[in-house]
C-alpha cells in the first residue's frame, strides 16, 4: 500500500475493531453561515442568539445535522471509501450541544460483518462517536454499508449483525444541557404550532422545494471532509451508472429538513436517528421537496416533548399526496429519503 | 390552511396591520465572509478592521446591502409568498450600522391597498423596518408588490396608496453612529476620488462583468433565508415563464453595488434607497455589467457628503454608452436595475 | 483615462516601481471556512485548534495559500489587469502564519521589464510583499507576466529581469514563530508518516479528483477578491479561446495541495514557493487529480524538517503513471499546473 492509502476493504474489518478517525475538526460562526446558506435553515434556535439564550443555552448551537454530517464525515477514509452503498442508519442519539469553537472527533467500533454471497462484498455494521475534543460525547449512532472486498478470495471474519432497535425509545433521549422551554412567539419562531397541537398519524406537507446544483452539494460535502469519490470525481463519474455525481445523502436530509420548517418551525433540536435510509440517488438538477407523518410522541417533562416524525423527501414530485410506496410496498422512485426521528418540541404552559 | 402556512394573499391584508417577521437573525463574521465571496465587493470599510476603526466605527459593519436583503428576506413568507412581482422600492434610510453579533428583527406596516381591475390581483404597499434585538432600528424602507388573491371574488379592504417622496432629501441622512472622516489614502481604498470630484450629471462605466451561475444566487438568496419559491424551485420553475428560476433582484443589486467600486471606491455607507425597480428579470447566465449617474450632492458637514446615484445594471451589454431607456422611454430589455441611493463620500479637508 | 482605472500597461511600469495595492483584508475564521468548503482540505494544523495549540501556535493559521491568494489578489488591479499570461512564480517565502483578525496589505516592487519583438506585448517581473497591518511581513514572492500594451508605439523602460534563484535554499525558509514539533498521533493528522519517511525521487499519487464547476472557482476568486475579467466576465470570454471563463490558478494550486493530503498527511506549513508554472488552463468541468515528487529534504532542526516537493495537477487523467512531459519535453496536455515547493514535516523524535 503506498502512502496515500486505499481505504478499508471488507476482508480488513474485524467485529470489536476500534477505529479513531483523523482529522478532528474545530467548528465556527464561519461554518454556521455555510451551512445555513446551504440548506437555508430557519430555524429560530440555530440563527437567533438572543432566542437560543432565552431557552437557557450559552448562545446558538450549531445546527445538528451540521455535527452528525461533520462526524460521518471523519468516517468515510476509514469506513466507505469502498463503500458500493450507504445502507442504513439506527440507535443514533445526539447527546450534547455543539457551539462554534468546539472540535469533533470520530471513532467507530465494528459491530458486524455479513459477506454477500457473490464474494465481492459485503456489509459492514459499524458504531460511531462522535465526541468534542473535552472527550464529551456528543452523538452516537449505527450505520451499516455495503463495502468491497479487494480480494473475492479473502477470508471475511463473519459476525452477527447487531440487534438494533426500531427506534430510540423516549427514556433515551438526550435534553440538550441548560435547555429549557421559553416562551414562544411565533413572530420569532415562525409558528404558533406547539407539542399539543402535532396528533400521531398527522402529515405535514412541507410545500416548498429546494433544486439541488453542483456547486452546491459539493461546497456542503467537502464542508464536512467527507472525501467519498462518488460526489467529486466527474471523470470518473460521466461514465459511471448516474451519469454524473451523487448528492451525499446527507445533503437530502438537511435540505428537507430545512424544508420541514414550514409546518414544524417549533420544531428544535434533533434528539435521534431512529432509522434512515437513502432509497433512491439524487443528482445535480433534482429539486428536493419533503413531508413529515407524526409517528409518535413523547412526554419529556412538564414544559417539554418529543416528536417521532417520519421525514420523506422526494425529487421533482410535490408532496400533497404523500408520495412514499407502491402498490408493491417499495419505496417509489421519486422517493429519495425516508428518515425516522425525535425532535424536541415545548408543550403549552 | 394547514400548518405549513401558504402565505398572506391580497385580501388578508388591512391598512394599518403591523406584521412582526420571523425568524430574527443573528449575523457573524461567517455572513460576511460569504457575502464577499458571493459578491466580490472590494469597498474597504467593509474588508479592512484599521481602516473602520480609523473612520471611528468599533470595527467593519457588515455591508449595508446584506442588512437591506436580511431584512427584505424575513419579509418574504408574509409578504411576497403569493407576489407576482416586487414593483418598486422608496423611502429607504439606513439608521445605524450592523456589526457581527447583531440580531436582525422585521416588521412591516400595510400602507395602502388597491384590487387590480382584473380582481385576480392587487398591489400592497407596505413600509419595513429593520431593527436590532435592542431595538435600536437600522433599516427603514418603503415597498409596493403585486400579491395574488386567494379568491378572485373576495373583498378588498382598500385604501389609498402612501404619498411617496420621490427621493430622501438629504437633511433626513442618518450619518452612521461614530462615523467621522479619517485619511483616504488611495492605496487603502483604491481610489484617489473625494466628494468635490463628482459632479452632478457625470456618468461612470464600471467596466467590468460578472456572470451570475446559478449556485452563487441561490447561495446568496439562501444566506437571507429568503424563501421566495420563484428562486428556488427548479422543478416548477422549468415550465414557468423563464423556463428556469429566476435571480433575486438583491443579488442583482449587490452585484451592481460591488462593480461600481470601479470609479466609485471611495463611496462609504449607503445611506438611502430613494427609488428601485427591477425592470427585467435576471436569470443564471446573465454577465451583470453596471453604470453609475451623480443625480445630485448634499453637504453632510465641514468632512462628509453624499452623492445621489443612480445606478443602473445590465445584463450581457457593456455599458460604455450607458444604456437606459430606448426611444420611447422604456427601459432597454439589456437593463436590470434602475437605483436611485444615497452613498456617503468624505470631502477635501 | 476615467475614474474607473483600466489597469497598468506595459509602458506604464519602470523598474523600482513600488506599487501599494487596495485593499487591505482582514481575514476572518468566514473565510477560514470558506476555504475549506471550497477546497475540501483536511490538513490537522488548519482545521483542529488544540492540534495547533499542541504545535506551539496560538489558534489554527489560515491556510497559507489563502494567504498566498489574497495577497496576489490584490496585485491584479495594478498589475495584471491587462494580462495576456501568468508566467511564472519564484523565490517565494512564507515569513509569519496568518491568524483570523489579521489584517493583509501588499506592496509591489517591479523588477524588471521586456518587451516583446511583437511590440504588443511584453513582459513584467515583479516582487511582492504581503504584510500585516502592524508592517509585520508574511509573505514574499516574484512572479512574472506577460502584459498588453496600451500603445504598440509607445516607449517601454527595459531592464534586464532578475536573477532568479532555482529554489529557495533551506537556509533561507523561515519556521512559523512558535511552531515545534508535537507528537503525531495518524488518529489526528491521517498519516503515520514523517519526514524520514520520505526519500528523494520518490512519487505519490494523491489518487482522488475534485471536479471543478463554475460558481466554485468563482466564489473562491471573488473571495481573494481577484477581479481578472477572464475569470468572471462569461458575456465577453464566451466569445473567447476557450469559449468561456477561466479558472484562477490558485484554484488549482489549493485544489492540487487539498489533494495532496492522501499521502502527504503530516505535511504542516507550506515555507516557499520555489518555482511554478501554470502550463495548460483549466476551466469548469474539468477533473483535478495531482501527484508529488519528492525533489529534496532539508533538514530544519533536530525536530523538524522540510521536503522539497514538485506538486503536479492534471485535468481528466489519473496519476498513477505520473504525468507530466512529452516525448519532446513538453508539458503534457492534461498537466495544468508543475509547483516547486518546500513544506514543514516533522522529523521522527
Redesign the interface.
Known sequence: M?????GNFLEDFRAGQEI???????L???????Y?????S???QG?????ARAAGLPR?PLDDLLVFHTVFGKTV?DMSLNAVANLGYADGRFLAPVYP?D?LEAVSTVLGLKENSNRQTGIVWVRTTGRK?TGEPVLDYVRWVMVRKRDAAAAVAEAAPPDLPAFVPSERLVIPQGLRAAPVD??????P?LWE?YEVGER????????V????H???T??Y?N?A?VH?????EKAGRLGR?IVYGGVVISLARSLSF????NAQNILAINAGRHVNPCVA?D?VRAWSEVLAKAELGPDLGALRLRLVATR??PCRDFPLLDAAGRHLPEVLLDLDYWVLMQRRR
Open positions: 503506498g502512502k496515500a492509502g486505499t479513531r478517525h483523523a482529522t478532528p475538526r474545530t465556527t460562526e464561519g461554518d454556521a453561515a455555510l445555513l446558506a446551504l440548506t437555508g430557519r430555524f429560530a440563527c437567533c442568539e438572543p432566542l446558538s477514509p469553537g472540535t475534543a411565533p413572530a420569532v419562531t415562525g409558528s404550532w397541537d405535514i406537507d412541507h410545500v416548498d422545494g429546494m433544486g446544483m453542483e456547486s452546491e459539493r461546497l456542503a467537502r464542508l471532509q472525501t469519490r467529486f470525481n466527474d471523470h470518473v455525481t414550514n409546518g414544524l418551525g438538477g429539486t421533482d414530485r
